[in-house]
C-alpha cells in the first residue's frame, strides 16, 4: 500500500487505506502516519484523512463486528479490502456523508488498491440499504467492550475495579477527541499574550484549570496553528503538567529527570525554577533525546544538561534533591489521544513485563536521592501492575523511603494513601498515576 502516483497521493480516503495499514499491521505510530501521508495533502484534506483515520481507530472492534454481518469470512478478506469498508462504514455512521457519496469513494478507493470492487460495493449498499446501525446485545460487559471497541479484558477489569457505569464513562472519554493543551513558556510569555493571539487567529482556547502555564484548544484544531509557537508555548496535556509540580522544585536545587527525553516535563521545571536550577536530563535513546535537545533549543533553557545514558548505570549517590521518574509504561491512560494502545495488548499479563522494569528502575534511581529530597514516581496509566503494586514493592525493599502523603494545591487529586490520580471521564484529562516519596 504505497501512494506511488499523484492520483494517490492525493486522495485522503486512500491514505487512510495506507495509514491504517501501517498502523496494524507494521505497528508505526497514527502521529507518524499523518505526517507521512499528509505532507501530500492541503489543509482540508489533511483535515479529512486524520478525521477518518483516527474514527477508525477509535472504533475498530465495532466496526469489524458490524463488518461481521455482511461477509461471509471476514478472517480471509484481504487487510487493504477490510480497512477500506471500515473507513466506508465510519463515515457512513458518524460523519455526514450522503449514502451515494460512501458507496462511490470507497469503491474508487478499491479501484486504486486493485482487489475488490464489487464486494465493497455489495456490503455498503447491502449496510445501508437495512437502514439501521445494528447494537450488540447480550452480557453488558460484551456489549460495552463492542460498542466502544476496547478489549473485553480490559473492560472486565475496570468493571471489577470502578463498576460497570464508571467503565462506560471511562471507555467512551477515551473515544472523543481530546482537547489540544499547549504550556505556555512563563520564561517568555505571560499566558494572557499567548490566550490573546490565540484568540486573535480565531480559535477557540480557554486557560486550563490547575495549571497555571496551561491553554485548552477546543477541537476541532489544526497543529498547524500553532507550528511556529513551538518554543513559545509546548503541546503537553495539563495532567502531565501537574506532575512537574508535584516536584515542588526551586532555584539552585540539583535536579534529575531520569526518564526525560522528549522533554516536556524537563523543560517545563525549568520555567518552575525560573532557570535557575541544575537540571540533569538523561535518556537512552538517542532519537528522543535529539527532540529533547530542539525544544531546549526552541525554549532557550540554560539549565538544562542532556546525558545519554543507561540512567541505572550512574555513580550518583545522594547528589540530588528532586528527582522526577516518569517510567516508560504501557500508557492505557492516554488511549484518548493514541487510540492504537487499545489494540497492542492482549491481557493484563503483559503489565507485568513493565512493573518488573519500573521497579528496577526506581530502585536504582533512588540511590541518587539526598537524605530529605524529593523523588517523584509517575506513569500515564492508572493500572495496578504499573502504580500502587511498583510502590508497594519499592517501600518493603527500601525502608528508608516514605510517602509523602499529599499537596495541598492539588489535594483533590491524592487518596488518602498519598496517591495521584488524573482520569479522562473524570477530570477531562490524560490518565496520570504519581506518587511523592522521600528518604529519612
Given at each position: 500500500?504505497?501512494?506511488d502516483?499523484?492520483?494517490?497521493?492525493?486522495?485522503?480516503?486512500?491514505l487512510?487505506?495506507?495509514?491504517?495499514?501501517?498502523?496494524?499491521?507494521r505497528?508505526r505510530k497514527?502521529?507518524?502516519?499523518?505526517?507521512?501521508?499528509?505532507?501530500?495533502?492541503?489543509?482540508?484534506?489533511?483535515?479529512?484523512?486524520?478525521e477518518?483515520?483516527?474514527?477508525?481507530?477509535?472504533?475498530a472492534?465495532?466496526?469489524?463486528?458490524?463488518?461481521?454481518r455482511?461477509?461471509?469470512r471476514?478472517?480471509?478478506?484481504?487487510?487493504s479490502?477490510?480497512?477500506?469498508?471500515?473507513?466506508?462504514?465510519?463515515?457512513?455512521i458518524?460523519?455526514?456523508?450522503?449514502?451515494?457519496?460512501v458507496?462511490?469513494?470507497?469503491?474508487?478507493?478499491?479501484?486504486?488498491?486493485?482487489r475488490?470492487?464489487?464486494?465493497?460495493?455489495?456490503?455498503?449498499?447491502?449496510?445501508?440499504?437495512?437502514?439501521?446501525v445494528p447494537?450488540?446485545?447480550?452480557?453488558?460487559?460484551?456489549?460495552l467492550?463492542?460498542?466502544?471497541?476496547h478489549?473485553?479484558?480490559?473492560?472486565?477489569?475496570?468493571s471489577?475495579r470502578f463498576?460497570l457505569?464508571?467503565?462506560?464513562?471511562?471507555?467512551?472519554?477515551?473515544n472523543?477527541?481530546?482537547?489540544?493543551v499547549l504550556?505556555?513558556?512563563?520564561?517568555?510569555?505571560?499566558?494572557?499574550?499567548?490566550?490573546?493571539i490565540?484568540t486573535?487567529?480565531?480559535?477557540?482556547?480557554?486557560?486550563?484549570p490547575?495549571?497555571?502555564?496551561?491553554?485548552k484548544?477546543?477541537?476541532?484544531?489544526?497543529?498547524g496553528?500553532?507550528?511556529?509557537?513551538?518554543?513559545?508555548?509546548?503541546?503537553q496535556d495539563?495532567?502531565?503538567?501537574m506532575?512537574?509540580?508535584?516536584?515542588?522544585?526551586?532555584?539552585?536545587?540539583?535536579?534529575?529527570?531520569?526518564c526525560?527525553a522528549p522533554?516536556?516535563?524537563t523543560?517545563?521545571?525549568a520555567e518552575?525554577?525560573?532557570?535557575?536550577a541544575?537540571?540533569?536530563?538523561?535518556?537512552?535513546s538517542r532519537e528522543?533525546?535529539?527532540?529533547?535537545?530542539?525544544?531546549?533549543l526552541?525554549?532557550?533553557?540554560r539549565?538544562?544538561?542532556?546525558v545519554?545514558?543507561?540512567?541505572?548505570m550512574?555513580?550518583?549517590?545522594?547528589?540530588?534533591?528532586r528527582?522526577?521518574?516518569?517510567?516508560?509504561?504501557?500508557?492505557?491512560?492516554?488511549?484518548?489521544?493514541?487510540?492504537?494502545l487499545?489494540?497492542?495488548?492482549r491481557?493484563?499479563?503483559q503489565?507485568?513485563?513493565?512493573?518488573q522494569?519500573?521497579?528496577?528502575?526506581?530502585l536504582?534511581?533512588?540511590?541518587?536521592?539526598r537524605e530529605?529530597?524529593?523523588?517523584?514516581?509517575?506513569?500515564?496509566?492508572?493500572?495496578?501492575?504499573?502504580?500502587?503494586?511498583?510502590?508497594?514493592?519499592?517501600?518493603?525493599?527500601?525502608?528508608?523511603?516514605y510517602?509523602?502523603?499529599?499537596m495541598?494545591?492539588?489535594?483533590?487529586?491524592f487518596?488518602?494513601?498519598?496517591?495521584f490520580?488524573?482520569f479522562p471521564?473524570r477530570?477531562d484529562?490524560?490518565?496520570?498515576?504519581?506518587?511523592r516519596?522521600?528518604?529519612?
Amino acid at each position: 500500500m504505497n501512494p506511488d502516483n499523484n492520483r494517490k497521493r492525493k486522495n485522503p480516503r486512500f491514505l487512510v487505506v495506507c495509514s491504517l495499514t501501517d498502523v496494524f499491521q507494521r505497528h508505526r505510530k497514527p502521529k507518524e502516519c499523518i505526517n507521512r501521508y499528509g505532507r501530500y495533502l492541503d489543509r482540508k484534506d489533511r483535515a479529512l484523512l486524520q478525521e477518518i483515520f483516527y474514527g477508525v481507530l477509535r472504533n475498530a472492534i465495532y466496526l469489524e463486528w458490524i463488518l461481521g454481518r455482511y461477509l461471509s469470512r471476514p478472517g480471509r478478506t484481504r487487510k487493504s479490502t477490510l480497512y477500506n469498508l471500515m473507513a466506508g462504514l465510519y463515515q457512513a455512521i458518524f460523519m455526514r456523508v450522503p449514502d451515494w457519496a460512501v458507496v462511490n469513494e470507497t469503491v474508487k478507493v478499491e479501484r486504486m488498491c486493485g482487489r475488490n470492487p464489487g464486494l465493497v460495493n455489495g456490503v455498503l449498499r447491502s449496510f445501508l440499504r437495512a437502514g439501521e446501525v445494528p447494537v450488540p446485545d447480550g452480557d453488558a460487559e460484551e456489549a460495552l467492550a463492542i460498542l466502544t471497541s476496547h478489549p473485553l479484558w480490559l473492560i472486565r477489569r475496570w468493571s471489577r475495579r470502578f463498576g460497570l457505569r464508571e467503565t462506560e464513562r471511562l471507555a467512551k472519554a477515551n473515544n472523543e477527541i481530546p482537547p489540544l493543551v499547549l504550556r505556555v513558556n512563563l520564561l517568555r510569555h505571560r499566558r494572557e499574550e499567548i490566550l490573546e493571539i490565540l484568540t486573535d487567529k480565531g480559535i477557540n482556547a480557554e486557560y486550563t484549570p490547575f495549571s497555571q502555564a496551561g491553554i485548552k484548544i477546543m477541537p476541532p484544531y489544526d497543529f498547524g496553528d500553532i507550528e511556529g509557537m513551538i518554543g513559545d508555548v509546548f503541546i503537553q496535556d495539563e495532567a502531565s503538567q501537574m506532575i512537574s509540580c508535584l516536584l515542588d522544585a526551586g532555584k539552585g536545587m540539583n535536579i534529575l529527570d531520569a526518564c526525560a527525553a522528549p522533554g516536556g516535563k524537563t523543560t517545563h521545571i525549568a520555567e518552575l525554577t525560573g532557570d535557575e536550577a541544575a537540571i540533569v536530563a538523561v535518556d537512552v535513546s538517542r532519537e528522543r533525546l535529539d527532540r529533547l535537545r530542539d525544544n531546549v533549543l526552541k525554549g532557550g533553557y540554560r539549565s538544562i544538561g542532556v546525558v545519554e545514558a543507561d540512567v541505572r548505570m550512574m555513580n550518583w549517590e545522594g547528589r540530588f534533591d528532586r528527582i522526577l521518574l516518569d517510567s516508560p509504561c504501557s500508557s492505557l491512560g492516554v488511549i484518548r489521544r493514541n487510540p492504537d494502545l487499545k489494540y497492542r495488548y492482549r491481557g493484563p499479563e503483559q503489565l507485568v513485563r513493565f512493573q518488573q522494569r519500573q521497579l528496577d528502575l526506581l530502585l536504582s534511581v533512588s540511590r541518587y536521592l539526598r537524605e530529605g529530597g524529593l523523588l517523584v514516581y509517575s506513569v500515564c496509566s492508572f493500572e495496578p501492575e504499573e502504580t500502587t503494586e511498583v510502590i508497594s514493592e519499592f517501600l518493603h525493599k527500601k525502608r528508608d523511603f516514605y510517602i509523602i502523603n499529599r499537596m495541598d494545591r492539588f489535594g483533590e487529586f491524592f487518596t488518602e494513601e498519598g496517591f495521584f490520580y488524573t482520569f479522562p471521564q473524570r477530570d477531562d484529562m490524560d490518565g496520570f498515576f504519581a506518587v511523592r516519596l522521600s528518604r529519612r
